[in-house]
């Protein structure tokens, strides 16, 4: 049954999940002690999204909270109503990479606030692993082969964001966006779509 929990499709997964019982996330949670705050999502989440930029999304009325990571269901954290509109690009994203529904796809994705991707690969085992900046995966010091994706500006004339996908060498999906979730306002949602999706032609091409 573990081993469904981290499956290679993010479908089986969140059946997996659905099928733990409470004595067994009693035992996960454990195993997730170390879990960073602001960091909203799911024990066994098949997408990892990486961040080191400060949160600037809170919402001045609304207070966050901080709960257990989740299993079998969308953590409540990617559902928080800040001004900025990030959490809404965290729902885009994760439901164009993952392609479930949008509580399905948040059922089997994590956005780690701060903390070392490494921690997380232990816990989670995800098959995707997205940075939101660069000095996340700068600070992760990961070695590999990628294949370079821009999307331009739409205000600024010349202004163009690289992004990327590539894969580590134990297969392991990784990118790194053309620009922050936070950031939404200097790119058009179609490309940065269309980069998103590109991570499937990508997996395409090379298999899990």
């Known amino acids: 049954m573990e081993s469904d929990l981290y499956a290679d ?4 997964r969140l059946s997996a999940a659905a099928r733990v019982t409470a004595r067994q996330r009693k035992a996960l949670l454990k195993r997730a002690s170390a879990w960073p705050p ?12 990486v961040t080191t930029k400060p949160p ?3 919402d001045p009325l609304v207070t966050w909270t901080e709960q257990p990571p989740a299993l079998g269901e969308a953590h409540a954290g990617f559902f928080y109503p800040d001004p900025l509109g990030f959490w809404s ?5 994760s439901t164009t990479l993952v392609q ?4 399905e796809s948040l059922a089997v994705t994590s956005l780690l606030h ?3 991707p490494e921690w997380a690969l232990e816990v989670m085992h995800p098959r995707v692993v997205l940075f939101l900046d660069e000095p996340g995966f700068q600070a992760a010091g990961w070695d590999l082969d990628a294949e370079a994706h821009h999307i331009e500006d739409p205000y600024r004339r010349g202004k163009v964001y690289e992004g990327w996908w590539g894969r580590r060498a134990d297969g392991l999906l990784v990118g790194k966006a053309p620009q ?10 179609e490309d940065m779509h269309d ?5 499937t032609r990508h997996m395409a091409r090379t298999g899990y």
């Open 9 to 12: 499709e993010p479908a089986v």
């Open 38 to 49: 602001l960091s909203p999502g799911a024990l066994n989440a098949w997408l990892l999204l």
């Open 56 to 58: 600037v999304w809170r």
């Open 89 to 93: 690009e965290v729902r885009h994203w």
């Open 100 to 103: 479930l529904g949008m509580a």
């Open 114 to 116: 701060g903390a070392s």
């Open 180 to 189: 922050h979730p936070a950031a939404h306002k200097f790119y058009r949602r």
């Open 195 to 199: 980069f998103l999706r590109s991570a």
